[in-house]
């Protein structure tokens, strides 16, 4: 209740997958621990149609949602008329983790909401949240795109890779001084040196448990997760973050959803190449729409980030490679953008969305 808000007798509606340990904990355990109703759905947010989580709400009386920012992006390109259409004055929050929430994003949805959109960041070693605004003890104003705050329970710090602590908007590794709270993963069993060596070796003085994903914190004491460690582009000796590069694709008007991967690259080691999803897609129905579109998201690139931050290419589809609970898969993206095999594609939602990679990066 202090995190989700939620109180007895009321509706909670979670859009995770089953098989995630967001759905087990967040559709089953935890609302019906909390003395909730709670919504178990299974389908993408657009069928039958984009409005189909909003007339949930309606319908149940839904007071406390919780989704993932993929989702939020997914919408973003969806007709805004579906927003408006429901009756949504039951719902109080709407909660996002699962991925970094891009700035773009969080604004967009919590001014079409109307509601106090959190974001909350927390892994599955974790099992609740490490980083949120805990609204049930002081309601702190909401940053787009930060988690906000660890939880109590957590000595969670920022990093740099000697071990050090990270000052103030300086890029480290986010980590965690033990013990770590109830609730989280104690050992892996049967292998307590292997849990050991997984999360407890990058750093030895102190010893610290290790997220693998890069953060930053303000000088308000507001985080926001650049990434994981391996998403994290080092392009001729800067060290550029894929969410940095997103949020940066994602300030041009036209563009409702990117993801970014880093390609191996002889001169500079490694350079980003943008796949972006467009708002109105006549902007790329000829070749030469979509090369001056690229060329202004570069131009925006540059503008908010600089040029060592342009990615080498932008290719233009109809919808990026997702799991069926809506997690962006990075990593098959970046495979086959350098020329490797997409690997394990077993929970993808839209097979097609692969044959759509393919296709441009053949051009």
Sequence with gaps: PLIFM??????????????????????????????????????????????????IVEKYKVSVMFSAPTAARVLKKQDPAYLSKYDLSSLRHLFLAGEPLDQPTHEWIMSALKVPVIDNYWQTETGWPMMAAVRGVEDTPVKYGSPSFPVYGYDLRIFREDG????????????????????????????????????????????????????????????????????????????????????????????????????????????????????????????????????????????????IARPSRVHFVTALPKTRSGKMLRRSIQAMAEGRDAGDVATIDDASTLDQIREVLKG
């Design 164 to 307: 050090s602590e990270c000052g103030p908007n300086e890029k480290g590794i986010v980590g965690v001084v033990p013990p770590l709270p109830p609730g989280c993963l104690s050992t892996v069993w049967g292998q307590d040196e292997r849990f050991v060596s997984t999360y407890f070796s990058l750093f030895t003085n102190p010893v610290v448990y290790s997220s693998s994903d890069w953060g930053i914190k303000d000088e308000e004491g507001y985080h926001t997760i650049l990434g994981r460690m391996d998403d994290v582009i080092n392009v001729a000796g800067h060290r550029l973050g894929t969410r940095e590069i997103e949020e940066a694709v994602q300030a041009h008007p036209a563009i409702a959803e990117v993801a970014v991967v880093g390609v191996q690259d002889e001169l500079k080691g490694q350079m980003p190449m943008a796949f972006a999803v467009v708002k109105d897609a006549s902007r790329t129905d000829t070749a030469d729409k979509r090369a001056a579109l690229e060329k202004e998201v570069m131009k925006t690139v540059d503008d908010q980030l600089g040029a």
């Design 6 to 55: 939620g109180k007895p007798g009321e509706t909670f509606f979670c859009t995770s997958d089953i098989g995630w340990v967001v759905g087990h904990s967040y559709i089953i355990y935890g609302p019906m621990i909390g003395g909730m109703a709670t919504i178990m759905y299974e389908g993408t947010p657009l069928r039958p149609d984009a409005g189909i989580w909003w007339q």
